[in-house]
C-alpha cells in the first residue's frame, strides 16, 4: 500500500553553532535559550565531531513525529481523514 500526502509541513529550523568553548563558557546560558526557544544548538568539538542539544520536550515530539510517520496504519488513517475532511469542504 503506498501513502501518499497531498500537503507536506516541514519546519524548517536554523541551527545555531558554537564551538566546546563557546558552549562551555555559557553553558547556563545556552540551555535556558534552548529549552526556551526550542531552537536546537550544534557543538563542535576540537577533533571535528560535533554533537546537537535540545530540549527533553523538543525531543519527545521528534521521537513521537517519527514514530507516527513509520506507521504505516497510523499514516493511512490521516490520509483516510484528510481525504475526508477535504471532500466534505
Known amino acids: 500500500m503506498a501513502i501518499e500526502l497531498t500537503h507536506s509541513f516541514?519546519?524548517?529550523t536554523t541551527m545555531h553553532t558554537l564551538s566546546i568553548n563557546q558552549?562551555?563558557?555559557h553553558i547556563d546560558t545556552h540551555i535556558?535559550?534552548?529549552?526556551d526557544s526550542h531552537n536546537p544548538i550544534k557543538v563542535t568539538l576540537d577533533c571535528?565531531?560535533?554533537f546537537v542539544m535540545l530540549s527533553a520536550d523538543d525531543w519527545e515530539r521528534?521521537?513521537?513525529?517519527?514514530?507516527?510517520m513509520q506507521n504505516k496504519s497510523l499514516?493511512?488513517?490521516i490520509v483516510d481523514?484528510?481525504?475526508?475532511?477535504k471532500r466534505s469542504k
Do not use: C, N, P
Open 10 to 12: 516541514f519546519l524548517v
Open 23 to 25: 558552549f562551555r563558557d
Open 32 to 35: 535556558e535559550q534552548v529549552i
Open 48 to 50: 571535528g565531531k560535533a
Open 62 to 68: 521528534e521521537q513521537e513525529t517519527l514514530y507516527v
Open 75 to 77: 499514516m493511512s488513517q
Open 81 to 85: 481523514s484528510a481525504s475526508s475532511h
